[in-house]
């Protein structure tokens, strides 16, 4: 089975899903064992540039090793060191790489042939006798933009047409570049020119519809021209002129490349897909192609009814979201709530760093409050799958661990798609969403709502859980002694008293364990406090060990600890007084410490019937544990 990996940036770019359209078209066409995975990032989204970090980061998720061929479509990222990644590590596999629409050193290139902007400048030239022309283009930075721009300053100095560059005005491709082209060069300028030429349909719109501002009509007063024959070119009134190109052919040729490469034969480095200019009513032509209004219109009604029923099926999402308690949860809701996905499967694959809060004990760690260990760059070795939908039924299954990507996502046919999509809370890496047969979701552009609403839903429940975590620790604070975890005398006030109150209401019994350290005062004098710590703390340790569940363990003086449990025998007390003085030996012999470490203990067991309280047994305990302490004193004497 061959893998390809696509590596793209979908963000504004709503015709970016014909690449993996064209790619599984090939693919199927052909029968061939080979499965697409594409990596989707929504990167410039926001101002937040960590938000872009971790869109970004799903790059760093695939060994591109693992893959017999690589696409990459880096026109739309405008992060230098991004870019830098993904060339550099596509270029250390050795494998084909193609580029779409972007010349890259050592890669094929597939797009376009953005030169044909010269046939368009030659039609205003020959056809309808313009000049002057003014240049609303693209972002500065970006490949194919600059070539149209190279294309339209080369024919002009090859036919005396004036080229200067305050003709020039480059933004980015929305409609808004449009609006601010024409402001600026008729601010600049005074007047207007014969023509004016722009990147694509949807600048060309913004300049005719800033123009109709001021009073201006196209094609009475200048001419418009654009790129690409989007619908704004067709059902703009008037239609606007564009080049033609069937955007599915790029996704189409690149399959096409590998397959021929893998099968030994030479392929041309530059690859280009079909074009037509197409010149209609914005530069005064009529391009002899009937318009179906009707049908538009229609399907602008569908397409809004559709839109409707999604919006409303994404508030449902929020509401379910809110209301649940783990992210496995959050992930079942996501088919209940949204049909229109219509996907064969979704995975959810999390860093196991989600749970911690969730996961509390009986010591706090420092860490999960001030360094939460999610990854920025990369992804962990090992993630959580927690969630796996397959045609139609949820798997019940436990966790899955996943190391990679594969072999979780190998496919056994040919001709299906993977879709990696990057979850994080800003620039923090939490997981990634996959989904099998993505291409409808794509190209309705569904899944960006959806993913953002999923993450906002998760990265609240992480808020809340380390929150309620936090109070934990406060609480904990209150009754927890700080050095050694065990319960301190407000903790014995609130536990080891009211479970005394307790077993005396249903007359059960309890033991109660009195241990003190031997000869702490001569350890500090003699060595100092920072042995006396570490002795206290091994002792504390050993006892924590070995108490039963349930038990109460208090630090109730500075070398004195006291456990409360339930009723114990005698032997049994013995076996676990035995087992805290061997751990301790054992934990002093590792530290090397320069002294022995040994305690004395008593125990006694309460009797419900009396008047005694916890207090009572605890000065008895004590008492015998002294005894001990006593004879020990003698036997060294």
């Keep these: 089975m061959k893998k390809i990996a696509l590596i793209m940036d979908g963000l504004k770019r709503f015709f970016t899903y014909a690449w993996p359209a064209g790619v599984l078209e090939r693919i199927r066409e052909t029968n061939e064992d080979v499965n697409l995975y594409i990596f989707n990032s929504s990167g410039d989204w926001s101002r937040d540039e960590d938000y872009n970090i971790g869109e970004y980061n799903i790059y760093r998720l695939p060994d591109l090793n693992d893959f017999d061929g690589i696409i990459v479509d880096l026109n739309n990222i405008r992060y230098p060191k991004v870019r830098e990644y993904v060339i550099s590590s596509a270029k250390a596999t050795g494998k084909p790489v193609i580029s779409i629409a972007n010349e890259i050193a050592d890669f094929y290139y597939v797009g376009i042939d953005n030169y044909s902007m010269q046939e368009m400048v030659a039609h205003l030239y020959e056809v309808h006798g313009c000049r002057r022309f003014w240049y609303v283009m693209g972002p500065d930075d970006n490949y194919e933009s600059n070539r149209r721009v190279a294309a339209l300053r080369d024919f002009s100095e090859t036919h005396g047409i004036l080229w200067d560059a305050r003709d020039l005005y480059c933004e980015s491709y929305e409609y808004k570049c449009g609006v601010h082209g024409f402001e600026k060069l008729l601010?600049?300028?005074?007047?207007?020119?014969?023509?004016?030429?722009?990147?694509?349909?949807?600048?060309?719109?913004?300049?005719?519809?800033?123009?109709?501002?001021?009073?201006?009509?196209?094609?009475?007063?200048?001419?418009?021209?654009?790129?690409?024959?989007?619908?704004?070119?067709?059902?703009?009134?008037?239609?606007?002129?564009?080049?033609?190109?069937?955007?599915?052919?790029?996704?189409?040729?690149?399959?096409?490349?590998?397959?021929?490469?893998?099968?030994?034969?030479?392929?041309?480095?530059?690859?280009?897909?079909?074009?037509?200019?197409?010149?209609?009513?914005?530069?005064?032509?009529?391009?002899?192609?009937?318009?179906?209004?009707?049908?538009?219109?229609?399907?602008?009604?569908?397409?809004?009814?559709?839109?409707?029923?999604?919006?409303?099926?994404?508030?449902?999402?929020?509401?379910?979201?809110?209301?649940?308690?783990?992210?496995?949860?959050?992930s079942r809701w996501i088919p209940k709530c949204i049909p229109a996905m219509r996907c064969d499967a979704m995975y959810l694959i999390m860093d196991e760093h989600m749970n911690d809060f969730r996961k509390l004990s009986d010591y706090y760690d420092r860490h999960l409050i001030e360094d939460e260990e999610f990854c920025v760059h990369g992804y962990p070795e090992k993630m959580q799958m927690e969630f796996a939908y397959e045609d139609g039924v949820v798997k019940e299954s436990e966790e899955t661990v996943v190391e990679g990507i594969f072999p979780t996502f190998d496919y056994t046919e040919g001709g299906k798609d993977f879709l990696f999509l990057p979850l994080h809370f800003r620039e923090h890496t939490v997981g990634y969403f996959v989904i099998r047969n993505a291409v409808y979701l794509m190209e309705k552009q569904y899944l960006f709502q959806i993913i953002n609403v999923l993450t906002s839903a998760m990265e609240n429940l992480h808020k809340k859980e380390r929150l309620a975590y936090l109070n934990q620790v406060l609480?904990?604070?209150?009754?927890?002694?700080?050095?050694?975890?065990?319960?301190?005398?407000?903790?014995?006030?609130?536990?080891?008293?009211?479970?005394?109150?307790?077993?005396?209401?249903?007359?059960?019994?309890?033991?109660?364990?009195?241990?003190?350290?031997?000869?702490?005062?001569?350890?500090?004098?003699?060595?100092?406090?920072?042995?006396?710590?570490?002795?206290?703390?091994?002792?504390?340790?050993?006892?924590?060990?070995?108490?039963?569940?349930?038990?109460?363990?208090?630090?109730?003086?500075?070398?004195?600890?006291?456990?409360?449990?339930?009723?114990?025998?005698?032997?049994?007390?013995?076996?676990?007084?035995?087992?805290?003085?061997?751990?301790?030996?054992?934990?002093?012999?590792?530290?090397?410490?320069?002294?022995?470490?040994?305690?004395?203990?008593?125990?006694?067991?309460t009797d419900m019937t009396t008047g005694c309280d916890l207090d009572d047994y605890v000065r008895e305990a004590d008492a015998i544990m002294y005894e001990e302490k006593t004879a020990k004193k003698a036997n060294r004497t």
Aim: glycine share 8%; proline share 3%.
């Design 187 to 330: 601010t600049l300028h005074g007047k207007l020119p014969d023509a004016i030429i722009c990147a694509n349909d949807n600048i060309a719109v913004g300049v005719c519809e800033t123009a109709a501002a001021h009073g201006y009509k196209t094609p009475d007063d200048f001419l418009v021209t654009g790129f690409d024959n989007f619908d704004k070119a067709s059902y703009y009134s008037p239609h606007i002129t564009t080049v033609g190109h069937i955007r599915e052919q790029v996704g189409y040729r690149c399959a096409d490349i590998l397959l021929r490469l893998w099968r030994g034969e030479t392929v041309p480095r530059f690859n280009y897909t079909g074009h037509q200019c197409i010149f209609w009513e914005s530069c005064g032509c009529d391009a002899g192609i009937a318009v179906d209004q009707a049908e538009h219109s229609r399907a602008q009604i569908v397409y809004g009814i559709e839109t409707d029923e999604f919006e409303e099926q994404v508030l449902s999402l929020e509401y379910e979201l809110l209301q649940c308690e783990t992210v496995r949860e959050m």
């Design 475 to 605: 609480s904990e604070l209150y009754v927890k002694d700080a050095m050694t975890g065990m319960y301190n005398r407000l903790g014995y006030q609130k536990l080891a008293c009211r479970m005394f109150e307790k077993k005396k209401q249903t007359g059960e019994n309890l033991s109660i364990i009195f241990m003190d350290m031997d000869r702490l005062k001569s350890i500090n004098d003699e060595f100092g406090h920072i042995y006396g710590d570490w002795a206290i703390k091994t002792i504390a340790s050993a006892i924590l060990k070995y108490i039963p569940e349930g038990a109460v363990a208090v630090r109730s003086g500075g070398d004195e600890f006291l456990v409360v449990l339930e009723q114990t025998a005698d032997a049994e007390i013995e076996k676990i007084i035995g087992e805290i003085r061997k751990e301790i030996r054992e934990h002093s012999a590792e530290m090397k410490l320069p002294f022995p470490l040994t305690v004395s203990a008593g125990c006694v067991h």
